[in-house]
C-alpha cells in the first residue's frame, strides 16, 4: 500500500468542486493547421490562462481550502522555482493568510516579481533542492506555518487532477493524454484522472533530455533524483517526489524526452499559430510530436498547456539573435 | 442615399451565414485583474484567434463566397499592408482561385511570408496609397482579376460586421464596443451591428494620434484622408474610404486618439496578464482605457481585439533595451 492509494476518485471530484468558485474553466483550444501538420485532432487545454497564469492554482488552492482555521493560523509555506509559489502566494491571500516562499536564486525575473503582487514573503536560497528543503525547514520551525510542498502533496495532485477531469468532460473521446513532467504533481495528478474518468486512454510524459529524471525513474523502475539539471523549461527542473514516482509508475503508459532547440522551436511554433503565450515548460509535450516521437495518426490527444508566464525581454529566441 | 446605406441587417446575417462554415467562431476573455484595474467589466473578442490571425478573414471570405463562378474566373486582387492580404488570398485559396496582392514594400516580413505561404501572388509598391493604387489598376487591366478593396467594399464591411454581432449575441447587455480605426471596415461593420442588433449601445474608435484621419474627418464632418502616417499600429495606417466615412459618421459615438508609448504598452500588458498575442493596432482601444480616455465605472466593455499577427523577432519593447 502507498499514500498514493489514497488519492481515489472522489478526492479528484472533491477538490473539482473546492476550487471551481475561485479558478477559472479554462479554454480548450484547436488549429486546424496544426491538426492537417499532425494528421490527429489535437486539443489544448490552456492552463496559460489560469489564475496567477498556470496550473498550479489548482493544487495551491485546493491544499489551502483543505486546511482549517486553527491550521492556517501561522500561515503556509513552501519551496518552488516560480509557479507555485504564485499559487500559493494567491490562494493563501484567499484566505487572508500569510504565504513564506523558498526560491531558488536562478527564478525568473517576472516570477519573483509575480510572487511579491500576490503578497508572498520570499527567502531566496541556492538552486538545489537540498538548499531549498534546509531553507524551508528553518522557516517553518521558526513561524509555525504549514507546508504545502509544490507536487508531493496528495491536496496539490487532486488539484492538479481537475485540468485533465475537465478536459476529459469537455472532449469526448481522446485517446491520449499527454503532460509535461518536473516533480510530477501535474502528471500523477493528470494520470488518476485518466485511470478514473477515461479509463481507455493513455497517459503519455514528456520531459527535456537535460532533466530526464522522470524517464530514468519510469524505466528503472525506481526513484532516480537529478541533480540541479539545465533545462530552458524552467518549471520541469525539479525532480519526482515519493508521493508522485508511484503513482506515475503505475498509471502513466510511457515517458519520452525532447531537445532544447526543440523545446524553443514547439514554444516559438505555438505563439505564432495558435496566438497564445506558453511557457518553456509547455511547450514539451508538443515538441514530443513535432520530433515525430508518438505514434499520431487520426489520434485525438489532449495536451495540458501547463502555463504562460513568460519574461517577455527574455524570450529563448532573443538569445539566438 | 450615401451607398452605405445598402447594408441592412439582413445584409450582415447573410454574411454571417456565408462565412461561418469557413471562419473560427473565436473567443471571449476576460480577466478580473482588468475589470479590477478599470472598475469595469471588459470582453475581448478575440479575433487574433481568427483564420489568417485576424478579423479580415471574415470580409474577405464574404466578399469571395458573394462573386460567382465567371466573377472569380481571372482571380481577385488587392492591395493591403498585411492583413487583408493573407484574408483574400486564404480566401481565394478556399474556392481555388487567384489572389494578386500590393503590398507596400515596408510591409512587416511576416505578413509577407505568411501571404506567400497562403498562395498570394505579391506585387510591392511604395508605401503611399497613390503608389498602390497606381500598381493595383495595372494588375486589374492585365489580369481581368475583380478588385476586394480592403475596406472600401460593401461586402467586406458586412463580412467585418460579424465580429460584433457575435459579440453581442454571446454577451448580453454590453454598453459599449470598442474597435480600433484605420481604414475603417472593421469600425464601420460593428457599428452598424450596433446599430442594427445593440441600439443601446455606443461605439468609441480609437486610433493612434499618429495617423489621425479618423478622428479629424470625424470632428470636422468631412472625408480628411492622411498622407503616409507612422505608427507601429501598421493596420491603422490607411485613410478612411468612401464607403466607410459616411457609415463612421453616422453611426460612432465618439472617436479618441492615443500615444504610440501607451499602444506598446497596452500591447506588452495584454500579453502579461492575458497570455494572448495581440499586433499593436489590437491594443489601440485597450490603451484608450489605460490612458483614462474613457468613462468606465460601472460599464460592460466589449473590445474587438483585431488581430495577433506579429513578428516575434521585431517585439516592440525590444527596440527600448
Redesign the interface.
Known amino acids: 500500500m502507498t499514500k498514493s492509494q489514497q488519492i481515489h476518485s472522489a478526492t479528484i471530484l472533491d477538490a473539482a468542486r473546492r476550487i471551481s468558485p475561485h479558478i477559472n474553466r479554462t479554454?480548450v483550444?484547436t488549429s486546424a493547421t496544426i491538426d492537417r501538420l499532425l494528421n490527429a485532432q489535437i486539443f489544448l487545454k490552456?492552463e496559460?490562462?489560469q489564475k496567477v497564469?498556470a496550473f498550479k492554482a489548482r493544487g495551491a488552492t485546493n491544499a489551502v481550502l483543505s486546511l482549517d482555521e486553527s491550521q492556517l493560523l501561522h500561515g503556509v509555506a513552501t519551496h518552488s522555482s516560480g509557479n507555485h509559489a504564485q499559487a500559493l502566494s494567491w490562494a493563501a491571500s484567499l484566505k487572508n493568510v500569510r504565504a513564506y516562499i523558498v526560491m531558488p536564486s536562478n527564478s525568473s525575473k517576472?516570477k519573483v516579481e509575480a510572487v511579491r503582487d500576490y503578497g508572498g514573503i520570499i527567502t531566496f536560497c541556492e538552486p538545489t533542492l537540498e538548499a531549498r528543503e534546509t531553507t524551508l525547514a528553518g522557516i517553518l520551525e521558526k513561524t509555525g506555518a504549514i507546508e504545502v510542498h509544490p507536487y508531493n502533496n496528495e491536496k496539490v495532485i487532486a488539484g492538479q487532477a481537475t485540468a485533465a477531469l475537465e478536459l476529459i468532460r469537455e472532449i469526448q473521446h481522446l485517446d491520449i493524454i499527454m503532460a509535461p513532467v518536473g516533480g510530477g504533481g501535474l502528471l500523477s495528478g493528470t494520470s488518476l484522472s485518466v485511470h478514473y474518468f477515461l479509463p481507455q486512454g493513455k497517459v503519455i510524459a514528456v520531459e527535456p533530455e537535460q532533466a530526464n529524471d522522470a524517464y530514468l525513474s519510469f524505466i528503472n523502475r525506481k526513484l532516480i533524483p537529478s541533480e540541479n539539471p539545465d533545462t530552458i523549461a524552467d518549471g520541469l527542473r525539479t525532480s519526482l517526489g515519493s508521493i508522485t514516482y508511484p503513482i506515475i509508475q503505475k498509471h502513466v503508459h510511457s515517458i519520452v524526452t525532447v531537445s532544447e532547440e526543440s523545446i524553443v522551436k514547439s514554444m516559438?511554433y505555438i505563439?505564432?499559430r495558435?496566438?497564445?503565450?506558453?511557457e518553456p515548460s509547455s511547450a514539451v509535450p508538443f515538441a514530443a510530436l513535432m520530433e515525430g516521437k508518438i505514434e499520431t495518426a487520426g489520434k485525438r490527444i489532449g495536451i495540458i498547456i501547463s502555463g504562460?508566464n513568460v519574461d517577455?525581454?527574455d524570450?529563448p529566441?532573443?538569445k539566438n539573435?
Chains 1, 2 share one sequence.
Open positions: 479554454p483550444l490552456c496559460n490562462f497564469g517576472i516559438r505563439w505564432e495558435m496566438k497564445i503565450m506558453i504562460g517577455l525581454d524570450l529566441w532573443m539573435g
